[in-house]
């Protein structure tokens, strides 16, 4: 692993029986670098990011994160990798009937001893940092209200402030915008976006709209059925690329079609996505 690399994936294959997820996939992740992992449903990206955080076991290859091999780690010591792995997750996975300041403040479980129950068994100083996220996020003033009364982008905003209770230096995104509506999913990725740059985080995030990819990342992994099929930089690339790019994740010619349609509506004169 370079100096700069925080992520290095060597022959990476996992199989789940018969059916093969990631097949020899490699590929490394420079410190402060902005990832999307693109595909569509079933090419293996989730399946990846659980490799980066210790949640799969490889059937082979080598996953290596902050220079240490993941698939070796157990008990205390992946434990301390993951305190330094932020995790958002699609499905958000708040507590519905905890205020927000007491989802956010379980972020700092990992760094705690015993349990804790209830937001007066969190020190001072972890409540405020809870507030200072969620500042930081645009939800202070939602800070004592219930979890599942916010809406999806504001749900996956408290995720997001709860992952940075952590103080991680990487990121990692599981789809963090499939449930939520297009202004939502704007806001909600010019958030990590601008957070990442603000903290020089490392961020890695799958997702399946490539349109979406183009506009926010730094560099693109596409997955094919478990095959890595691309990766490219995406800064000037323009619509004839981003064709391209779609092709290489499309599966059927049916696919590649509809693509096609939905770039044509993008305006004209936007030559480049970024």
């Not at 507590?95 to 990992?110: I, K, M, Q, R, W």
């Amino acid at each position: 692993m370079s100096d700069t690399s925080v992520i290095e994936v060597s022959g990476l294959t996992k199989a789940f029986g018969r059916t093969v997820a990631l097949r020899q996939a490699a590929f490394s992740v420079e410190k402060g670098e902005i990832v999307v992992l693109l595909g569509l449903s079933g090419s293996g990206k989730s399946t990846l990011l659980r490799h980066l955080d210790g949640l799969e076991t490889p059937t082979s290859g080598s996953v290596r994160v902050l220079g240490k091999e993941v698939p070796s780690l157990s008990g205390r010591h992946l434990r301390a990798l993951r305190s330094r792995v932020g995790f958002v997750f699609q499905q958000f996975d708040l507590v519905p009937s905890l205020t927000v300041l007491e989802n956010v403040v379980t972020g700092a479980l990992a760094g705690l001893r015993g349990p804790r129950v209830g937001l007066w068994s969190y020190p001072k100083r972890l409540k405020l940092a809870a507030l200072g996220h969620l500042d930081r996020v645009g939800l202070l003033d939602r800070a004592y209200q219930r979890a599942d009364t916010l809406s999806g982008g504001q749900q996956q905003r408290v995720a997001i402030a709860r992952a940075l209770m952590q103080d991680p230096e990487i990121l990692l995104a599981d789809e963090p915008v499939a449930s939520l509506d297009p202004e939502s999913s704007e806001q909600v990725m010019s958030l990590i976006r601008e957070i990442a740059m603000d903290a020089g985080l490392t961020v890695v995030c799958s997702l399946h709209q490539v349109d979406l990819a183009m506009s926010w990342a730094d560099r693109i992994i596409g997955l094919r059925h478990g095959d890595v099929v691309l990766d490219t930089h995406v800064e000037g690339l323009g619509k004839a690329e981003v064709i391209e790019i779609y092709g290489r994740v499309a599966t059927s010619t049916g696919e590649l079609e509809a693509i096609e349609r939905e770039l044509t509506d993008v305006p004209s004169g936007s030559e480049s996505v970024r």
